[in-house]
């Protein structure tokens, strides 16, 4: 809740006037107790799990034409019924998170020392915040993941993630219980270590569930940001992971491929694609072949 009577008080507290966002958000939050805006974040979630992967999941049902060919494993289509048993079964837990969110709240403030009131922060803060938070999740979610996927861990737990071979956007959240909460301190580390807004907060949960739900799209567009940001992944990156299944040792990292590349833990996947590119390469020159053939074969005989 924000200590101040009116914007000209918040104003002249902060000895400048509102921004048009600062003003915004006093009107939104002035008489807002702080642990509803804390309870905001799984909203947030909830509504960005529920809509971003909806287009593709529709297109693949009902246009198949239209995005089967940037598909990463063709063969494999997913049923309608699948889709929607994921989405209920990972849905289920925001709920939950929001009666967490309330009880644990007093404890939250004092461990996240959330910034909730004025002035908002600047974009070159919120950016270095967001770079520090990518990286340092990043390093403790790699090594989660590679501890998931011992025999212990992955009998136990991360085998209900792996139940899509050829990942949806969905399957993102789908997961055991336990690896929810173990993939959810990670995230929560950055902030931890460097205070941020709750507005900053919000961001950064937002752009990492739609990265997620990007990686487990199944789907590798001409577009896609792993062609520009270096040591991105990306969709290709991850569903490499998940085409391997439990006996996969490559491809942990979540978001950035440092990792991965540091500790030698991307050999399979570098193996993947250099096979696969020999077998395009293959396949290319048989058309050749073909095409040269049948030029000859059709040709006017003297």
Same mark, same amino acid.
């Given at each position: 809740?924000?200590?101040?009577?009116?914007?000209?008080?918040?104003?002249?507290?902060?000895?400048?006037?509102?921004?048009?966002?600062?003003?915004?958000?006093?009107?939104?939050?002035?008489?807002?107790?702080?642990?509803?805006?804390?309870?905001?974040?799984?909203?947030?979630?909830?509504?960005?799990?529920?809509?971003?992967?909806?287009?593709?999941?529709?297109?693949?049902?009902?246009?198949?034409?239209?995005?089967?060919?940037?598909?990463?494993?063709?063969?494999?289509?997913?049923?309608? /019924?699948?889709? #929607? !048993?994921?989405? +209920?079964?990972?849905?289920?837990?925001?709920?939950?998170?929001?009666?967490? %969110? *309330? =009880?644990?709240?007093?404890?939250? /403030?004092?461990? #996240? !020392?959330?910034? +909730?009131?004025?002035?908002?922060?600047?974009?070159?803060?919120?950016?270095? %915040? *967001? =770079?520090?938070?990518?990286?340092?999740?990043?390093? #403790?979610?790699?090594?989660?993941?590679?501890?998931?996927?011992?025999?212990?861990?992955?009998?136990?737990?991360?085998?209900?993630?792996?139940?899509?071979?050829?990942?949806?956007?969905?399957?993102?959240?789908?997961?055991?219980?336990?690896?929810?909460?173990?993939?959810?301190?990670?995230?929560?580390?950055?902030?931890?270590?460097?205070?941020?807004?709750?507005?900053?907060?919000?961001?950064?949960?937002?752009?990492?569930?739609?990265?997620?739900?990007?990686?487990?799209?199944?789907?590798?567009?001409?577009?896609?940001?792993?062609?520009?940001?270096?040591?991105?992944?990306?969709?290709?990156?991850?569903?490499?992971?998940?085409?391997?299944?439990?006996?996969?040792?490559?491809?942990?990292?979540?978001?950035?491929?440092?990792?991965?590349?540091?500790?030698?833990?991307?050999?399979?996947?570098?193996?993947?694609?250099?096979?696969?590119?020999?077998?395009?390469?293959?396949?290319?020159?048989?058309?050749?072949?073909?095409?040269?053939?049948?030029?000859?074969?059709?040709?006017?005989?003297?």
């Amino acid at each position: 809740m924000i200590p101040y009577a009116s914007a000209a008080e918040a104003e002249a507290a902060l000895g400048r006037a509102l921004t048009w966002a600062e003003a915004a958000w006093y009107q939104y939050s002035a008489a807002m107790p702080d642990s509803w805006l804390h309870c905001h974040t799984t909203f947030i979630l909830f509504v960005i799990y529920t809509i971003t992967p909806l287009p593709l999941v529709v297109l693949e049902q009902f246009a198949p034409s239209v995005v089967l060919p940037y598909k990463l494993q063709p063969r494999v289509r997913l049923p309608l /019924v699948a889709s #929607l !048993r994921c989405y +209920m079964e990972a849905a289920c837990f925001f709920p939950l998170a929001v009666g967490f %969110q *309330l =009880v644990s709240y007093p404890a939250a /403030v004092k461990i #996240l !020392r959330t910034r +909730m009131g004025l002035p908002l922060p600047s974009v070159r803060e919120a950016v270095a %915040q *967001l =770079v520090v938070y990518s990286l340092l999740e990043d390093y #403790l979610s790699y090594w989660i993941h590679r501890l998931l996927h011992t025999q212990w861990g992955y009998e136990k737990i991360h085998r209900v993630h792996h139940e899509f071979t050829a990942p949806t956007g969905f399957a993102m959240s789908y997961s055991h219980w336990a690896e929810n909460l173990l993939l959810s301190l990670p995230a929560l580390s950055g902030p931890v270590i460097v205070p941020c807004h709750i507005t900053t907060q919000w961001l950064w949960f937002s752009i990492r569930l739609i990265e997620g739900i990007n990686t487990h799209s199944g789907y590798h567009f001409p577009f896609s940001p792993s062609k520009l940001i270096p040591f991105y992944g990306g969709a290709a990156y991850h569903d490499y992971h998940h085409y391997a299944g439990g006996r996969s040792q490559s491809n942990f990292a979540p978001l950035f491929t440092y990792c991965d590349y540091i500790y030698r833990t991307d050999k399979g996947y570098r193996y993947h694609k250099l096979k696969q590119a020999k077998l395009k390469s293959l396949e290319e020159n048989n058309v050749e072949k073909k095409g040269g053939i049948t030029a000859f074969d059709t040709g006017k005989k003297d």
